[in-house]
């Protein structure tokens, strides 16, 4: 009865929150182990009891000051300089600027929302097609789960007990390799929808983009560089992240306001609170699967299927689109984690930073994929295009993004190549 009260709860459209923890009750009421009930508010604490995990709100506080403080418009018009003076110029860069919000934000559908309101109105004005502008600027948020910092790569850091430092420079050729798949997509989409021709800032436009764009860069420059540096942990760079964009947007940019901050910081700890509640009740689920030994039962069905590492990682890659599409991808990959990676670890000889890299990606597709589809409807929502024709526009880069996961299960050096 605990997996259909799992499937009722979840089609009833209740707060997967609350599915995985009325579940998990559920189990234990029904097992008639009553003393379980007593280690229960201990699992709820233990899931979230974790200093790596302050890293998450303090990346979604640095996100809300960059967007309030103006630095999201100067990152865009440093990426001209780069990329505006190609053919279909304006896709690029809204491409190269989700590339470096990428480097900030580190959650897809924060980003999806920020960059839909940014570029989708400059890109209709320019004579391109509403709903392909809504599905570049989509498909772009896919690439904040992978670049470094990464939410999912926190949590994941957390459930599989590895150094999130060392997560977060495992996505970073995946992340490259990833941007220049959709640069691959772009060019071909552009040879048969021609798009409009591109226009290369003049020297005194370049010279004040880029002087107003350095400062905004350096944001990704103290995440990444400090954790590649050995300065900062992971929660460090966060936290000096959030500082310097409320003092660039502050006094550099002055487009943020000390009066804005009550709202930002609302903002951020409700959005925040959402995700530490969900991690708890996760928790309590995820115990409830290690005392009911699904590990391994699922690793001895998988086992009779196949033993190449490569046949398991696509078996696991085909199993997470299908549970993406429902679940959202923090929940998924709080319930898939301590079913797989003992199986992907003990049985496959799988890293746990490979099998990492993959179930993340696989997960944040959901985001873009119907019957649930988180991000379409985000970015419908904030650009008023129905949610089935950006998912139509949106086909050259899904394709793109199941290509790189097959890379990724195929060759391990992808994501092992940079850690020491």
Not at 346 to 369: E, H, M, N, R, W
Request: aromatic letters at 10%; hydrophobic letters at 60%; proline letters at 6%.
């Amino acid at each position: 009865m605990t997996l259909v009260v799992f499937a009722a709860l979840l089609l009833g459209a209740v707060p997967i929150a609350l599915v995985l923890a009325l579940t998990a009750a559920w189990y234990i009421a029904d097992s008639g182990n009553t003393l379980l009930f007593a280690s229960y508010p201990q699992q709820l604490y233990g899931a979230i009891e974790n200093y790596g995990l302050l890293a998450i709100p303090l990346f979604m506080l640095a996100g809300e000051l960059m967007n309030e403080g103006g630095l999201t418009r100067r990152l865009i018009d440093l990426a001209r300089i780069l990329v505006g003076g190609f053919r279909g110029g304006l896709v690029y860069i809204n491409l190269v600027a989700n590339m470096m919000m990428a480097a900030i934000v580190g959650s897809a559908a924060s980003q999806i929302a920020i960059m839909s309101r940014a570029m989708v109105p400059a890109m209709e004005e320019e004579g391109y097609d509403k709903p392909f502008a809504a599905a570049i600027t989509a498909a772009g948020g896919l690439l904040s789960p992978i670049i470094p910092p990464s939410m999912l790569f926190v949590l994941y850091g957390v459930m599989a007990q590895v150094p999130i430092a060392d997560m977060f420079i495992a996505g970073i050729l995946p992340g490259l390799m990833m941007g220049g798949l959709f640069f691959l997509a772009i060019a071909a989409v552009g040879l048969v929808q021609q798009y409009p021709r591109g226009q290369w800032p003049s020297r005194a436009q370049a010279r004040r983009f880029l002087l107003m764009g350095l400062p905004a860069m350096s944001i990704p420059l103290i995440i990444i560089g400090g954790i590649l540096a050995g300065l900062a942990t992971p929660t460090e760079s966060a936290a000096l992240a959030s500082l310097a964009a409320l003092l660039i947007g502050r006094y550099v940019y002055r487009d943020l306001t000390f009066a804005r901050l009550p709202e930002i910081l609302k903002r951020t700890a409700f959005n925040a609170g959402l995700v530490i509640m969900l991690i708890a009740a996760a928790g309590v689920f995820g115990w409830v699967i290690v005392y009911e030994e699904l590990p391994q039962m699922a690793a001895a069905w998988i086992a009779g299927m196949t033993d190449d590492p490569f046949a398991f990682l696509l078996l696991v890659v085909g199993i997470l689109l299908l549970v993406g599409m429902i679940v959202d991808g923090i929940a998924a990959l709080i319930l898939v984690v301590p079913i797989l990676l003992p199986i992907a670890q003990q049985q496959f000889d799988i890293s746990a930073y490979q099998f990492g890299v993959v179930v993340c990606l696989t997960l944040v597709l959901g985001l873009l994929t119907p019957p649930v589809g988180a991000g379409l409807y985000i970015g419908s929502s904030m650009t008023g295009v129905p949610p089935m024709r950006i998912f139509r526009a949106l086909w050259p880069f899904l394709l793109m993004s199941l290509l790189a996961l097959v890379l990724l299960a195929w060759q391990p050096w992808l994501t092992l190549a940079l850690i020491g």
